[in-house]
């Protein structure tokens, strides 16, 4: 087979593989469930969504929706055109891959070492991508929303961009990575600083190029935005803008927690099961009952734990070695996030964050690049890619029927699609406006 065929089957069969996983996932857990009847009663109902995803704060019970008719839409859309339950999980990981292969690209552009195929089979394979955004849950598409931005304003940065893109169109990513992250957590509120830095970098150059950087960005912005206005004019700039009930003036236990949320963030990049097989009864239990992925369990489990002194130590070879525009980019962008804890009330779980994940695997793939060429090292990728393909496959088998998944009770779902009766799942959250 020529290179270009054993790509399109790799591709496919990555695809395959991520959207059975997708199907083996929660869906009729309180949060999944409640994502899905977002986007399901605007399919029964047809009457305009102007809000999406629940804000819920359990540490003070703040509840509120964030604006925007984007999750409902990318949900409910889909069941006009295949009307039944698993449309919006398909279009969810059509989405959620697209991303992966359009980072893997950039990736490769920017490593030339690195093959394409190990680093699409690595970054589709690991944990966090797989979990976090193959089932039906706001955060799950967070993935698509923060590549574009984040290879936006890579280019958008001289000392990062590879010139792959203009500045028109650098800007025009992250403009619409912006609005689409704003949609479906509130976690955009990361994103403007590095905003204000590409602009900032534009008028340190004299202004060069900033009319252009200006129209892109707002170019890009403006078919999400427009997802939000109709929620402007109805509700005003308050609901819009909301998002508060988490603030708090110097959270101790936040500003204590440096290294635990260093160790989340640099996760991202690492094979971090244990976090999503639930706590310590649960994990015994699930090993339990499924003795067969013991073996590759318990070797990516200690591969996920000596990753993140790895992704750290290797920070200061890549300084010497002229990579510090990846390296600032990386433990920057982990600075912003740890200092935004510090006024905030919520518990600095790694979910919260997932829009930095991006910035994580560019960074471990700038680590990968310098490894790869020592054969100790290529035979450890593979062997971590075999033993992921094995957890991933023999995980999504024993899942698929457990009661909380799709087909733990398919044919109530898709009941509820056929008579357009979002009730037969569920109700929305009181309080919720739709």
Same mark, same amino acid.
């Given at each position: 087979?020529?290179?270009?065929?054993?790509?399109?089957?790799?591709?496919?069969?990555?695809?395959?593989?991520?959207?059975?996983?997708?199907?083996?996932?929660p869906?009729?857990?309180?949060?999944?469930?409640?994502?899905?009847?977002?986007?399901?009663?605007?399919?029964?109902?047809?009457?305009?969504?102007?809000f999406?995803?629940?804000?819920?704060?359990?540490?003070t019970?703040?509840?509120?929706?964030?604006?925007?008719?984007?999750?409902?839409?990318?949900?409910?859309?889909?069941?006009?055109?295949?009307?039944?339950?698993?449309?919006?999980?398909?279009?969810?990981n059509?989405?959620?891959?697209?991303?992966?292969?359009?980072?893997?690209?950039?990736?490769?552009?920017?490593?030339?070492?690195?093959?394409f $195929?190990?680093?699409?089979?690595?970054?589709? @394979?690991l944990? $966090?991508?797989?979990?976090? /955004?193959?089932?039906?849950?706001?955060?799950?598409?967070?993935?698509?929303?923060?590549?574009?931005?984040?290879?936006?304003?890579m280019?958008a940065?001289?000392s990062? /961009?590879?010139?792959?893109?203009?500045?028109?169109?650098?800007?025009?990513?992250?403009?619409?990575?912006?609005?689409w992250?704003?949609?479906?957590?509130?976690?955009?509120?990361?994103?403007?600083?590095?905003?204000? &830095?590409?602009? $900032?970098? *534009?008028?340190?150059?004299?202004?060069?190029?900033?009319?252009?950087?200006?129209?892109?960005?707002i170019?890009?912005?403006?078919?999400?935005?427009?997802?939000?206005?109709?929620?402007?004019?109805?509700?005003?700039?308050r609901?819009?803008?909301?998002?508060?009930?988490?603030?708090?003036?110097?959270?101790r236990?936040?500003?204590?927690?440096?290294?635990?949320i260093?160790?989340?963030?640099?996760?991202?990049?690492?094979?971090?099961?244990?976090?999503?097989?639930?706590?310590?009864?649960?994990?015994?239990?699930?090993?339990?009952?499924?003795?067969?992925?013991?073996?590759?369990?318990?070797? @990516?489990?200690?591969v996920?734990?000596?990753?993140?002194?790895l992704? &750290?130590?290797?920070?200061? @070879?890549?300084?010497?070695?002229?990579?510090?525009?990846?390296?600032?980019?990386?433990?920057?962008?982990?600075? &912003?996030?740890d200092?935004?804890?510090?006024?905030?009330?919520?518990?600095?779980?790694?979910h919260?964050?997932?829009?930095?994940?991006?910035?994580?695997?560019?960074? /471990?793939?700038?680590?990968?690049?310098?490894?790869?060429?020592?054969?100790?090292?290529?035979?450890?990728g593979?062997?971590?890619l075999?033993l992921?393909?094995? $957890?991933?496959?023999?995980? &999504?088998?024993?899942?698929?029927?457990?009661?909380?998944?799709?087909y733990?009770?398919?044919?109530?779902?898709?009941?509820?699609? *056929?008579?357009?009766?979002?009730?037969? @799942?569920?109700?929305?959250?009181?309080?919720?406006?739709?």
């Amino acid at each position: 087979m020529s290179n270009r065929t054993k790509i399109i089957f790799l591709l496919l069969f990555l695809l395959v593989v991520r959207t059975l996983f997708g199907f083996s996932q929660p869906l009729f857990s309180t949060d999944e469930l409640q994502t899905f009847l977002i986007g399901l009663k605007f399919y029964c109902t047809g009457s305009w969504p102007y809000f999406g995803p629940d804000l819920i704060v359990t540490e003070t019970g703040f509840y509120a929706q964030i604006p925007g008719a984007l999750e409902p839409l990318v949900i409910g859309l889909p069941l006009y055109l295949f009307p039944f339950p698993e449309a919006p999980i398909i279009v969810l990981n059509l989405l959620s891959f697209g991303a992966l292969v359009l980072l893997s690209w950039y990736v490769t552009r920017r490593l030339p070492k690195m093959p394409f $195929w190990f680093v699409l089979s690595w970054s589709s @394979l690991l944990p $966090w991508t797989l979990y976090e /955004s193959t089932r039906i849950y706001n955060p799950s598409y967070l993935l698509l929303g923060g590549t574009l931005f984040f290879i936006g304003f890579m280019e958008a940065m001289p000392s990062l /961009s590879l010139n792959w893109l203009r500045a028109p169109w650098a800007f025009a990513f992250m403009g619409f990575g912006l609005l689409w992250c704003m949609q479906f957590h509130f976690s955009w509120i990361l994103l403007p600083p590095f905003i204000a &830095l590409a602009f $900032w970098g *534009r008028l340190r150059n004299k202004g060069e190029g900033f009319a252009g950087a200006l129209a892109g960005f707002i170019l890009g912005a403006i078919p999400l935005a427009a997802l939000l206005a109709p929620t402007l004019v109805q509700f005003g700039w308050r609901r819009v803008l909301g998002g508060g009930g988490t603030s708090q003036f110097f959270c101790r236990e936040n500003i204590e927690a440096f290294f635990t949320i260093l160790a989340r963030y640099l996760s991202f990049g690492c094979y971090e099961i244990l976090r999503f097989l639930g706590s310590g009864p649960a994990r015994w239990g699930f090993f339990k009952s499924a003795p067969w992925l013991v073996p590759p369990g318990f070797f @990516l489990i200690v591969v996920g734990y000596i990753q993140p002194f790895l992704l &750290l130590g290797f920070g200061w @070879l890549l300084w010497k070695k002229g990579q510090r525009p990846i390296v600032l980019l990386a433990f920057g962008a982990f600075l &912003l996030l740890d200092v935004s804890f510090w006024f905030t009330s919520k518990e600095p779980l790694a979910h919260i964050y997932y829009v930095f994940l991006p910035v994580v695997l560019v960074y /471990s793939f700038t680590v990968w690049n310098e490894l790869v060429e020592r054969r100790f090292f290529r035979i450890l990728g593979l062997l971590c890619l075999g033993l992921s393909l094995w $957890w991933t496959v023999g995980t &999504l088998v024993k899942d698929m029927p457990n009661p909380g998944s799709l087909y733990g009770n398919r044919a109530l779902a898709a009941k509820a699609v *056929r008579e357009k009766n979002y009730h037969l @799942l569920g109700e929305r959250r009181p309080g919720s406006f739709n």
